[in-house]
């Protein structure tokens, strides 16, 4: 019998390496939690669940917005937007596209327990116009639906029908849902087999609507999630994997040298940021009874003592560039000629500080989080120290992400790391909405960790919403970023570097958004 | 005997109520876990909503009692992070984690249990030693260590197994397992080489003390002047006698390598429990991390329950008591 079994299971394992022949193994750090395209906001979710469901419109490998499921769209007034649908799309269990799937996905992608309802915060609902067209209704004249709407891919309704899935799973309900463990897009993958923080595989979907413009040639793609740093190096290192998108960066230099693989390193568009308590005490005791933090010198100064270069040399392993600016130069609204102008230069900080009565120094407290940020961890400390050297004491403490969230969102920091990279819009009004809005809790300023307040700021952001003409609005935003910048709630570090490793026979573009866009990359001989 | 396991069932239903209860304690430091399940953008209010839903804001004995009453209809909850309900989700991952430890468990035995008796009984001096420098150097070197120099040599090197997976699975009904193909056990290699390593040890250095100690009593003199044949004076008389304690550990032994395989499945990213419960603690996933708990103290119970009814099969003494 032993006998027998030993063969029979190898040639059952060389059979299915043999079925398909260009396969790509994808490993990245983390699992996705769900296969449900409207259960979690992450990018790396979102980025896997695009290769087999798509949206109305998706960026290209450009950055660029192109009509994907829908062919064109226009708008029949401020607040309707009409989308002539691409036909004979078929779904991955052969159902059709038509209008009665976006009704019903974006009726989904609306429910209250929705996890992504955020990331189409200006869509209110869908009514079918025939087969296919459909009018998508906004909430309020906005410039940026149709950044959300490129993030909301799209659902087969019969299907969701059939198993009870045309609402999100609801925790709170207990109820566990269809569309967690399967899937049935109209991408250009399809799924084959999952388990759960081992692999996943995908495979070429024979009827994709675009197959016969298909730009790949990837037959299968195996996506491993390797936890642990030390594993998923060794495993480059054995030629276990084909595109590794969560990399450490010390050690790029080593992985270099290896003549099998190609690094890929470029700035993302995700700008890491300290924020300077803005409130009117300070978390580690006021000055004289005032908060020092409140003066823009020193704010300036604070930024001055640090030697940003050397972190980005020394710590980020000279793989990025130092960021003047709140936004990365792929988002528009990026203004290089009012970028900050604060270089490294201890002593003038050190007058800065002298002018605004500070010369003796003051106490901060400094909470930094780990395994968030890239390296966050180690520029830190690095920052602590350079303001030690012009008598600021800043107490350093280190949080796990689930506890420093709280800390920021309480306001009991002074000096808090935050990196904002406008995904998955693209956009100066994810940041501007955000961070530099005054919060006022129904929306505005959410993340708005200092508690900045400018009325000019905000005036200018709340005229760009409405704004449809996107030259003029982008005008609006750049105007609002540059006044916030002048007055520096944020003090910008560095670009967060994206950071892949392929192996040499893979040619995947790197784009500064950090998404995997394989029906782009082609495997050669 | 039947009022024994009476008692102990008794005991099982109170300690895993007071693990959960600690549990609970615990969880109000653990931090939010509503910002990780809502999109960056969403609002205060929205925030608050979620927390009211999932009744986060009520006082921790409301949560806990709450808990309690669910877990005593069979429902655990769904998992925060996951999304699926929490029981699948463990039974999803019990099989890796069970076959990680039993193949760990076996290498073990099979190497610790002789090597044990053998330097108890050899004279050769110099293999003893090194022997022993061996095994110190098992027990103090850390296992993700281990484990990972055990990656650099056998698959960056070498190439002869995986550095990560649990390889082609099959599943039988509920059962997933990865013992019925090549690149499965390939893959267990690793992990459970890995695992065994503090265990063989251990065993081996208890093994030994304990049997050295048992040639020291009288009885096995005695047996020796009575011209018992060598091989039956070893292992017949001293073994047995030098067993008991053994036992003891391995038993605790096995509910450790369950519950806190943690580092060797995340070294080896092996599909487990560990490698789940990791993951729970990193979202603040409540749900999975109450039922873990849970489940393991009932798997340390089952374990020493276990434990000291083989004492009855070993120790005859025991059955008059």
Request: aromatic fraction near 10%; glycine fraction near 6%; charge should be neutral.
């Amino acid at each position: 019998m032993k006998k027998f079994v030993l063969p029979l299971l190898l040639t059952c394992m060389s059979a299915h390496t043999a079925q398909a022949e260009n396969i790509v193994r994808w490993a990245v750090a983390a699992d996705i939690p769900t296969l449900d395209p409207y259960a979690f906001a992450s990018t790396t979710a979102l980025t896997f669940q695009n290769h087999i469901y798509e949206g109305l419109l998706q960026r290209d490998n450009d950055l660029k917005l192109q009509p994907t499921l829908a062919l064109r769209w226009e708008y029949v007034n401020d607040t309707t937007l009409r989308f002539y649908l691409r036909q004979g799309v078929k779904f991955q269990n052969g159902d059709d596209f038509d209008s009665a799937d976006v009704v019903a996905s974006i009726a989904r992608v609306t429910d209250p327990d929705s996890g992504i309802r955020a990331n189409a915060s200006t869509i209110k609902d869908a009514v079918a116009v025939d087969k296919y067209t459909v009018d998508i209704h906004l909430k309020q004249k906005s410039g940026i639906a149709l950044n959300e709407l490129s993030g909301v891919m799209m659902m087969d309704k019969e299907w969701m029908t059939q198993h009870n899935a045309l609402k999100p799973t609801s925790m709170s309900q207990g109820t566990e849902g269809y569309a967690t463990n399967n899937t049935n897009g109209t991408g250009p993958f399809m799924l084959v087999s999952r388990q759960r923080e081992a692999q996943m595989v995908l495979k070429k979907n024979p009827t994709w609507w675009n197959a016969a413009h298909s730009q790949t040639n990837i037959d299968e793609i195996i996506f491993k999630p390797i936890t642990s740093d030390a594993t998923r190096l060794s495993g480059i290192l054995a030629n276990e994997y084909d595109l590794v998108t969560s990399v450490p960066l010390q050690d790029i230099d080593r992985l270099r040298k290896d003549d099998n693989i190609q690094t890929l390193v470029s700035p993302s568009l995700r700008v890491d940021f300290l924020t300077f308590n803005l409130r009117d005490t300070l978390n580690a005791g006021n000055v004289n009874g005032k908060n020092p933090l409140k003066d823009l010198r020193v704010r300036q100064a604070l930024m001055m003592a640090v030697n940003r270069e050397a972190i980005v040399q020394k710590i980020m392993r000279g793989m990025t560039t130092v960021a003047n600016t709140y936004l990365a130069p792929a988002i528009p609204g990026y203004d290089v000629s009012h970028a900050i102008d604060l270089k490294f230069d201890p002593a003038k900080a050190k007058t800065l500080l002298t002018e605004a009565g500070y010369g003796d120094g003051f106490k901060l407290a400094f909470d930094c989080v780990e395994g968030s940020y890239m390296n966050a961890p180690q520029w830190c400390q690095a920052v602590q120290s350079y303001w030690a050297k012009i008598g600021v004491k800043a107490t350093l403490t280190m949080h796990t992400n689930s506890v420093y969230n709280q800390i920021t969102d309480n306001g009991k920091t002074d000096i808090a790391v935050l990196g904002w990279a406008n995904l998955p819009i693209m956009d100066a009004y994810s940041i501007s909405v955000q961070l530099l809005h005054t919060n006022d809790n129904s929306g505005f300023g959410m993340f708005n960790v200092p508690r900045y307040s400018n009325p000019k700021v905000d005036s200018l952001i709340e005229q760009s919403i409405p704004e449809l003409d996107d030259a003029k609005r982008v005008s609006l935003l750049r105007d609002e970023i540059n006044l916030a910048q002048a007055d520096l709630p944020y003090m910008p570090m560095h670009f967060e570097p994206v950071v892949w490793v392929a192996g040499k026979k893979l040619s995947v573009k790197q784009s500064p958004d950090n998404v995997v866009r394989l029906w782009y990359a082609k495997v050669s001989p | 005997m039947l009022s024994y396991l009476i008692k102990r069932l008794v005991q099982v239903v109170f300690l895993m109520l007071a693990v959960a209860f600690i549990s609970f304690t615990m969880f109000q430091y653990l931090g939010d876990p509503v910002n990780n399940m809502l999109p960056e953008s969403a609002t205060q209010a929205e925030r608050e909503a979620l927390r009211g839903k999932l009744g986060l804001t009520d006082p921790m004995l409301m949560q806990f009692w709450r808990f309690v009453v669910r877990l005593c209809h069979g429902d655990f909850g769904i998992s925060y992070y996951n999304q699926v309900d929490v029981f699948h989700l463990i039974l999803e991952r019990l099989p890796a984690t069970l076959e990680l430890v039993a193949v760990a468990v076996v290498i073990s035995l099979l190497v610790g249990f002789p090597l044990g008796v053998w330097s108890a009984i050899s004279k050769n001096r110099f293999l003893l030693s090194l022997v022993q420098f061996l095994s110190l150097l098992g027990v103090s070197l850390p296992s993700f260590l281990m484990g990972i120099l055990l990656i650099i040599v056998f698959s960056v090197w070498l190439g002869w197994f995986p550095s990560s997976g649990r390889g082609v699975t099959t599943h039988l009904g509920y059962w997933s397992t990865g013992l019925l193909s090549l690149s499965g056990w390939r893959s267990i290699v690793l992990p459970a080489l890995s695992l065994s390593l503090f265990m063989i040890t251990l065993i081996m250095r208890l093994v030994r003390s304990e049997m050295l100690e048992v040639m020291r009593t009288d009885y096995i003199k005695f047996a020796k002047a009575r011209g018992l044949p060598t091989r039956s004076l070893y292992f017949r008389h001293a073994l047995r006698n030098a067993l008991l304690p053994v036992v003891t550990i391995v038993g605790l032994q096995i509910g450790g390598l369950i519950a806190f395989a943690i580092v060797t499945e995340t070294v080896f990213q092996w599909p487990g429990m560990g490698l789940l419960f990791i993951q729970a603690i990193n979202y603040v996933d409540i749900p999975v991390i109450s039922a873990y708990l849970v489940f393991i103290s009932l798997i340390f119970i089952v374990i020493n329950t276990s434990v000291d009814l083989l004492y009855y099969l070993i120790d005859p003494r025991m059955k008059k008591s």
